[in-house]
C-alpha cells in the first residue's frame, strides 16, 4: 500500500491529545512555575521579604508564594540579612537540609558581600558557604528587586539542564 | 532626688566609696572586692531597683589598671541614676565579682562583658560567650583587637571542610561607605576615611 507523508502525520481525533516535546523544557517548566521558597530571615531584609509576599506586592502573581519554613519542603533559600560566622553554620546546614534540586538567592547588600559590615563577626558575602543563583542590591531591597530577582531565576531555571543541576558543586569562593 | 545632699549621705554612709568625676549622674569609684556588698544595700537599703545597664571598658594596653567594670542603676524612688565604676585589678585576667545574683538582668550583660573583654565574672551562674561562638579565641573588643577580625577557622569544621570557608578579616578598606585617601570625597554619601588598622597597616595613634 502506498503511504503518503502526511499519514505520518499526528492525528488527534485517533490517538488523543499529545504534546511533544523535549523533557528539559517541561520539567523546567513545571519547577520554575512552583518554587518554593525558603525564607532564611535574618536582619531587615525579612522584613522587605515578607512585604512581597504580602498583598500589596503579592509574589504569587508569579507562582512562588508558598514560603516553606522547613528546609524538606523547600527548593529555593532566600537569605535575607545579615549572615555572622556564628550563623554560617546554620544557613548551611540549612541548605544541606533542602532537596535537590536547590536554588538561592542572595538578597541585599549583606547576604551577597557582608554589605556595611566590615567586621569581625560577619561573613563577606554568603556565597562562601552556598552556591548563590541570583544576588539582589539594595540595603534592603524593595519588594520589585526581590520580583524582579525571583523572575530571573524562573529564567535560569528555564535555561538549565533538568538533570544536571540534581548535583550542585559548591564553587570555590575568589579570594 | 538625687542631689549633693543624697550622694554626701551616701559618701558617709559607705565610707569605702570615693567620688568619680561626672557630667551628669551621681557615679562612684567601688573595688571589686566590695561591690556585691554595695550593690546588695544600693537595692535593698536606697532604693536603686533597676539594673540599667553592665558594661566594661577597656582603657588600653599601656594602662595601670587596664580594665574596669561600669554599672548604671535607676532608683524608681528618687526617679534618678547613680553610676558604680569598678576596676579590675589584674590586667592579665581580669577578675570582677558577678552581681548577677542580687540583679538577674545582669546576667547577660556579664556574659557579653566576659565575651568582649574576658573579664571573669565570679560567682556567675552561666558565664559563657553571648555573642560570638563558644571556642572562638579572642576578645574582639579589647584594644589590641582590630576590627577588621582575625583569621579563625570557622565554628562548624564538617561546614568548613566542604566549604573551604573560613572566617577572614574584613578591613574596611575596599568596603562601602570609606573614601580612598585621595581624590574627591562625595557630598551626597555617608563616607569616611580608611583610618582602619590590621595586621599589615600600623595602628594610628
Same mark, same amino acid.
Given at each position: 500500500?502506498?503511504?503518503?507523508?502526511?499519514?505520518?502525520?499526528?492525528?488527534?481525533?485517533?490517538?488523543?491529545?499529545?504534546?511533544?516535546? /523535549?523533557?528539559?523544557?517541561?520539567?523546567?517548566?513545571?519547577?520554575?512555575?512552583?518554587?518554593?521558597?525558603?525564607?532564611?530571615?535574618?536582619?531587615?531584609?525579612?522584613?522587605?521579604?515578607?512585604?512581597?509576599?504580602? %498583598?500589596?506586592? !503579592?509574589?504569587? /502573581?508569579?507562582?512562588?508564594?508558598?514560603?516553606?519554613?522547613?528546609?524538606?519542603?523547600?527548593?529555593?533559600?532566600?537569605?535575607?540579612?545579615?549572615?555572622?560566622?556564628?550563623?554560617?553554620?546554620?544557613?548551611?546546614?540549612?541548605?544541606?537540609?533542602?532537596?535537590?534540586? +536547590?536554588?538561592?538567592?542572595?538578597?541585599?547588600?549583606?547576604?551577597?558581600?557582608?554589605?556595611?559590615?566590615?567586621?569581625?563577626?560577619?561573613?563577606?558575602?554568603?556565597?562562601?558557604?552556598?552556591?548563590?543563583?541570583?544576588?539582589?542590591? #539594595?540595603?534592603?531591597?524593595?519588594?520589585?528587586?526581590?520580583?524582579?530577582?525571583?523572575?530571573?531565576?524562573?529564567? +535560569?531555571?528555564? +535555561?538549565?539542564?533538568?538533570?544536571?543541576?540534581?548535583?550542585?558543586?559548591?564553587?570555590?569562593?575568589?579570594? | 532626688?538625687?542631689?549633693?545632699?543624697?550622694?554626701?549621705?551616701?559618701?558617709?554612709?559607705?565610707? @569605702?566609696?570615693?567620688?568619680?568625676?561626672?557630667?551628669?549622674?551621681?557615679?562612684?569609684?567601688?573595688?571589686?572586692?566590695?561591690?556585691?556588698?554595695?550593690?546588695? %544595700?544600693?537595692?535593698?537599703?536606697?532604693?536603686?531597683?533597676?539594673?540599667?545597664?553592665?558594661?566594661?571598658?577597656?582603657?588600653?594596653?599601656?594602662?595601670?589598671?587596664?580594665?574596669?567594670?561600669?554599672?548604671?542603676?535607676?532608683?524608681?524612688?528618687?526617679?534618678?541614676?547613680?553610676?558604680?565604676?569598678?576596676?579590675?585589678?589584674?590586667?592579665?585576667?581580669?577578675?570582677?565579682?558577678?552581681?548577677?545574683?542580687?540583679?538577674?538582668?545582669?546576667?547577660?550583660?556579664?556574659?557579653?562583658?566576659? !565575651?568582649? @573583654?574576658?573579664?571573669?565574672?565570679?560567682?556567675?551562674?552561666?558565664? +559563657?560567650?553571648?555573642?560570638?561562638?563558644?571556642?572562638?579565641?579572642? @576578645?574582639?573588643?579589647?584594644?589590641?583587637?582590630?576590627?577588621?577580625?582575625?583569621?579563625?577557622?570557622?565554628?562548624?569544621?564538617?561546614?568548613?571542610?566542604?566549604?573551604?570557608?573560613?572566617?577572614?578579616?574584613?578591613?574596611?578598606? #575596599? #568596603?562601602?561607605?570609606?573614601?580612598?585617601?585621595?581624590?574627591?570625597?562625595?557630598?551626597?554619601?555617608?563616607?569616611?576615611? !580608611?583610618? %582602619?588598622?590590621?595586621?599589615?597597616?600600623?595602628?594610628?595613634?
Amino acid at each position: 500500500m502506498e503511504i503518503k507523508s502526511d499519514q505520518f502525520a499526528y492525528n488527534g481525533k485517533v490517538e488523543g491529545d499529545v504534546i511533544v516535546t /523535549r523533557s528539559d523544557a517541561v520539567i523546567n517548566w513545571i519547577r520554575k512555575h512552583s518554587v518554593w521558597p525558603m525564607p532564611m530571615g535574618l536582619a531587615c531584609c525579612a522584613i522587605e521579604l515578607m512585604a512581597s509576599a504580602a %498583598s500589596r506586592y !503579592d509574589i504569587s /502573581r508569579f507562582g512562588m508564594e508558598v514560603m516553606r519554613f522547613s528546609p524538606r519542603q523547600s527548593d529555593c533559600m532566600i537569605v535575607a540579612g545579615t549572615v555572622t560566622y556564628k550563623m554560617a553554620e546554620v544557613v548551611r546546614r540549612i541548605y544541606d537540609q533542602m532537596g535537590d534540586p +536547590k536554588w538561592v538567592v542572595a538578597m541585599g547588600a549583606c547576604a551577597s558581600t557582608g554589605g556595611m559590615y566590615r567586621s569581625y563577626a560577619v561573613m563577606q558575602g554568603v556565597d562562601n558557604i552556598v552556591p548563590v543563583d541570583v544576588y539582589v542590591s #539594595g540595603c534592603p531591597p524593595r519588594p520589585e528587586a526581590l520580583l524582579d530577582a525571583m523572575m530571573k531565576l524562573q529564567d +535560569k531555571i528555564g +535555561k538549565e539542564s533538568s538533570v544536571s543541576n540534581l548535583s550542585k558543586k559548591q564553587p570555590v569562593a575568589s579570594a | 532626688m538625687i542631689d549633693d545632699e543624697f550622694s554626701s549621705e551616701l559618701m558617709r554612709k559607705y565610707s @569605702f566609696l570615693s567620688k568619680r568625676v561626672s557630667v551628669d549622674w551621681l557615679t562612684v569609684e567601688c573595688s571589686p572586692k566590695n561591690l556585691v556588698d554595695l550593690l546588695q %544595700s544600693l537595692r535593698d537599703q536606697e532604693g536603686f531597683d533597676i539594673l540599667i545597664d553592665l558594661t566594661a571598658v577597656d582603657h588600653g594596653e599601656d594602662c595601670e589598671s587596664r580594665f574596669s567594670t561600669v554599672i548604671h542603676l535607676y532608683s524608681l524612688v528618687h526617679r534618678g541614676y547613680i553610676r558604680v565604676h569598678s576596676v579590675c585589678s589584674d590586667n592579665d585576667n581580669p577578675i570582677m565579682p558577678s552581681c548577677a545574683e542580687i540583679y538577674p538582668a545582669a546576667n547577660w550583660h556579664e556574659r557579653e562583658a566576659y !565575651d568582649m @573583654f574576658g573579664i571573669k565574672f565570679t560567682d556567675h551562674p552561666n558565664l +559563657k560567650r553571648i555573642l560570638m561562638w563558644d571556642d572562638y579565641p579572642y @576578645f574582639p573588643l579589647r584594644k589590641e583587637f582590630p576590627l577588621a577580625g582575625i583569621d579563625t577557622p570557622l565554628p562548624a569544621a564538617d561546614v568548613a571542610e566542604v566549604t573551604d570557608a573560613s572566617v577572614e578579616p574584613a578591613p574596611m578598606m #575596599g #568596603g562601602p561607605f570609606v573614601s580612598g585617601a585621595s581624590g574627591p570625597m562625595s557630598d551626597s554619601e555617608p563616607r569616611a576615611k !580608611d583610618e %582602619s588598622w590590621t595586621e599589615e597597616m600600623e595602628k594610628g595613634s
